[in-house]
């Protein structure tokens, strides 16, 4: 199976910075990842989709990239709204799987 | 609008079993494969299962491969999870998203339901 490793699993910063989280998979998976953004007590949502392919209607201020075992995902300016949970998640092979989450918290 | 919906999340005893069902809207639901996807209180997301467009090919977590089983009646635009010898580590939150199968074959889940909460205790 394909380990995925997040890193910060927790962050501060404030409203305006410019943040980046780290997602290493245990193995190749091209640009098979994905990252969601999960608000407390509702379901993912899908921000990014093949390492760097904003899903249409996500604000242009998040962006990924990456490829083979490597990912980042940024948000170049952080907004009240964006103090949330983030999980990347590999697409490559069954079975699929997250890495553990990113808090993102109010400095 | 495009939706899915789950229903049947329930307190059931250890080693009972609970079957999920989703209900999809907007979409021409058999154009898609299907997954869950589960939280436990408290901690990040976990696959669960996939299947395809037609049913005929079907992917499991290893945590629950032998007691879960996906299906869907592409006539009914339903996806179910029969859960069966339901564990503790079982209980969660469960998800059904839609899974988008690009050109490039590079998946990824792009519409997800609110969730239904199962919890196992006795």
């Known amino acids: 199976d394909i380990q995925m490793t997040q890193s910060p699993s927790s962050l501060s910063a404030s409203v305006g910075d410019r943040v980046t989280i780290t997602c290493r998979a245990s193995q190749s998976i091209s640009t098979y990842l994905n990252w969601y953004q999960q608000k407390p007590g509702k379901a993912p949502n899908l921000l990014i989709h093949?390492?760097?392919s904003l899903q249409s209607g996500v604000p242009s201020r998040f962006s990924g990239s990456g490829s083979g075992t490597d990912f980042t995902l940024t948000i170049s300016s952080l907004q009240p709204e964006d103090f949330v949970s983030y999980y990347c998640q590999q697409s490559h092979s069954a079975p699929w799987t997250f890495g553990q989450g990113t808090k993102v918290e109010i400095k | 609008e495009v939706q899915v919906v789950e229903s049947g999340g329930n307190l059931v005893q250890p080693g009972g079993s609970l079957r999920l069902s989703c209900v999809a809207s907007?979409?021409?639901?058999?154009?898609?494969?299907m997954s869950w996807v589960r939280q436990a209180p408290g901690k990040g997301l976990e696959w669960v299962a996939n299947i395809r467009r037609d049913g005929n090919e079907i992917y499991y977590a290893d945590s629950v491969k032998g007691r879960f089983t996906i299906s869907r009646d592409n006539a009914r635009n339903s996806l179910y999870l029969q859960m069966n010898n339901l564990r503790a580590e079982d209980a969660a939150v469960y998800y059904c998203?839609?899974?988008?199968?690009?050109?490039?074959?590079?998946?990824?889940?792009?519409?997800w339901g609110k969730g239904t909460t199962v919890t196992v205790s006795s």
């Open positions: 093949a390492a760097s």
């Open positions: 998203a839609r899974i988008v199968e690009p050109s490039d074959y590079r998946y990824y889940m792009d519409v």
């Open positions: 907007g979409f021409i639901f058999s154009n898609n494969w």
